[in-house]
């Protein structure tokens, strides 16, 4: 004869423990159901748009505007990288988020780009966006600037941002002929004006993808 099956019985609270379980469980995965079901049907265009502008962006690149010759071949016109420096007097914070007193601010202004101490000081008092604090700016200057951020640990408010700027190595030789560029690096007179086309180039665009 074959051994008799022990039947093993669950009690009252055996029971509500089990149904207990199996409730939270049943609860738990209709929720997950719901938040995908959510993200999917209801976010899902908002992050996929999301996630493509993080992985991808582009910036515009100007290039550099062209370069002069005479018949021998002498450049008479030539551009060269330089920076412009912008700020935001309320954003310009130590590391440890303390604003930067706007006197000594005025001060590292005044004596890097050499301008007047009183009108910087101004200008940092009564600008309550960001401003270009000094355009055109060379090499030497912004190393200066940068040094003086690293040292003073300042850690926002400052921005550098490239620039172009058209050098003449013979000054005022021929320039009636030559002619000169404005603000924005374009030709406003003489050869400048007239192959502005051409030295001006074609912008282009960089797509990043990360």
């Not at 490239?162 to 690096?185: H, Q, V």
Request: aromatic share 8%; proline share 2%.
């Amino acid at each position: 004869m074959g051994r008799k099956r022990k039947i093993i019985k669950i009690d009252a609270y055996g029971q509500k423990k089990l149904f207990s379980c199996l409730f939270v469980s049943f609860a738990l995965l209709l929720l997950l159901i719901v938040r995908i079901g959510f993200l999917q049907f209801v976010q899902g265009a908002n992050l996929k748009e999301t996630a493509v502008k993080n992985q991808l962006s582009s910036k515009t690149i100007t290039p550099n505007r062209g370069t002069l010759y005479d018949s021998k071949g002498k450049a008479l016109a030539v551009s060269a990288k330089v920076d412009t420096v912008s700020v935001n007097p309320s954003q310009v914070k130590y590391s440890d988020e303390t604003e930067v007193n706007k006197e000594i601010l005025a001060h590292a202004f005044s004596d890097i780009f050499k301008l007047d101490y009183s009108e910087t000081l101004k200008k940092l008092n009564t600008k309550n966006s960001t401003f270009v604090i000094a355009e055109k700016v060379e090499n030497d200057k912004i190393t200066a600037l940068q040094n003086w951020m690293k040292d003073n640990k300042i850690a926002s408010g400052i921005e550098i941002n490239d620039d172009i700027k058209r050098y003449y190595p013979y000054n005022n030789l021929a320039s009636n002929l030559i002619g000169f560029t404005g603000a924005e690096n374009s030709g406003l007179a003489g050869l400048e004006s007239t192959l502005d086309d051409v030295l001006s180039g074609t912008p282009r665009k960089n797509l990043n993808i990360y």
